[in-house]
């Protein structure tokens, strides 16, 4: 008998999951997170409208868990012993024979006076934060913006700055207060959202100009204030200021006796195989794969290391070679609360489709899809 542990009950460790159950794994299962929920981080954008509210994120897993007869351990990893085979929680030590780490990753809060900005992929309660501020302001300029890790360019979350910005602009027209605001979109990048391919870039600013939101880009960030956004490049007047600082991995890695990227992720190969340590695997956003320089960090990608990530210790288990890989695509619908863009991209195509409201009902259409599994 063998026992797989995975950490994080987010997109990767539930994929895991299903996947193990789905391939046949009968054996123990341990999941590790500090709170027996799914958050659905790709419907935050609909948060300042009021279409979403956090009991529709917040999907509560007891059924699944015993659905797929899982043994659940609340509490959070501290540290990793992967020579003793042992993961440290804040409620105790789980042992493990294979091991799959999909716990996330975190935003770099450094720059000086970030406490000034909201940081709404965080969670609810700061997006709650921020569209509170928003619907109790009656005029003014609101700043939206990200940045990156410099060293891993992949690390940051760009795609929902362009849907909030949009949304916004879109809530506030159907409000009919748009004219009371000025939008700016700043980015330390020139060409901001450049993973996507220089169409989707190209789209995006044109939107930008269409909808007369004014651009800030290729300026180094400096500081925020309470009504400034400071950039090398001057200064943005701001009443309400969005912000994605780029990501680095989850803190506890500085303790796991795994190697890290520059960037602070977990190493792992194209068959999401962290290095010297057989039967340990990363999935999502804690990892740091080896791919093209597009390779998203996204819930799409994390699903699917997931499934990479099943499959090879299965394989291992049979003492058959790791050898599945998880296959590098983006796709990335970009919703502006009343109709989308769509991005495709694989090592063979990039595909661009123009706006279309089709493509916010499939945003709409998916969500209700992937988490039915769940409820
Ligand atoms: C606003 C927003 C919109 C997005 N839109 C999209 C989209 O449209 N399409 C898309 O594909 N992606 C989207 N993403 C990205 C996507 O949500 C992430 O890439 C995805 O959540 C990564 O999955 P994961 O399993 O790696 O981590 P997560 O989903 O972040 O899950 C991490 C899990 O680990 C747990 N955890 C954290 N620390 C510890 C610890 N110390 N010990 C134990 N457990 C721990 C957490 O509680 C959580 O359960 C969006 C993200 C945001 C914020």
């Avoid at 063998?2 to 990767?12: D, P, R």
């Avoid at 495709?344 to 123009?354: E, Q, V």
Wanted: charged share 20%.
């Amino acid at each position: 008998m063998t026992h797989i542990v995975i950490i994080g009950s987010g997109f990767g460790g539930l994929t895991a999951v299903k996947t193990l159950r789905k391939l046949g794994y009968r054996d123990p299962i341990t999941l590790i997170s500090p709170r027996p929920v799914l958050f659905y981080f790709p419907s935050l954008i609909w948060v300042p409208a009021g279409l979403r509210s956090e009991e529709d994120l917040t999907i509560p897993l007891d059924k699944f868990f015993k659905r797929h007869d899982v043994q659940y351990h609340q509490g959070n990893v501290i540290s990793l012993d992967p020579n003793a085979r042992q993961v440290e929680t804040d409620n105790g030590t789980v042992a493990f024979d294979n091991l799959i780490i999909a716990s996330g990753g975190r935003f770099i809060k450094k720059l000086p006076g970030i406490e000034n900005a909201y940081t709404p992929c965080e969670g609810y309660a700061q997006t709650k934060a921020y569209s509170d501020r928003l619907a109790a302001l009656e005029s003014g300029t609101l700043a939206f913006g990200f940045g990156g890790n410099p060293k891993e360019p992949a690390a940051m979350r760009g795609g929902p700055i362009f849907e909030f910005v949009f949304g916004i602009d879109t809530m506030l027209r159907k409000q009919k207060r748009r004219d009371k605001f000025d939008l700016v979109f700043f980015s330390p990048a020139p060409e901001p959202g450049k993973r996507l391919g220089a169409g989707a870039v190209k789209k995006l600013m044109l939107q930008m100009q269409k909808y007369n939101i004014r651009t800030h880009l290729g300026h180094k960030m400096k500081s925020f204030s309470p009504d400034t956004v400071h950039t090398e490049g001057g200064d943005i007047e701001s009443d309400l200021t969005m912000f994605m600082p780029g990501m680095t991995g989850p803190a506890w890695l500085q303790k796991s006796g795994l190697l890290l990227s520059e960037g602070g992720f977990i190493k792992a190969d194209a068959q999401c195989r962290v290095p010297g340590f057989r039967g340990i695997y990363v999935a999502g956003d804690s990892g740091s794969f080896q791919g093209p320089d597009w390779l998203p960090k996204q819930a799409h990608i994390a699903d699917l290391q997931a499934i990479t990530a099943v499959k090879n210790i299965l394989a291992e288990q049979k003492e058959q070679p790791a050898e599945h890989q998880f296959k590098t695509e983006l796709i990335c619908i970009v919703d502006t609360l009343n109709s989308g863009m769509l991005v495709y991209r694989s090592p063979k195509r990039t595909m661009l489709m123009p706006k279309m409201v089709i493509f916010n009902w499939a945003k709409r259409l998916f969500e209700w899809y992937y988490l039915r599994a769940y409820r």
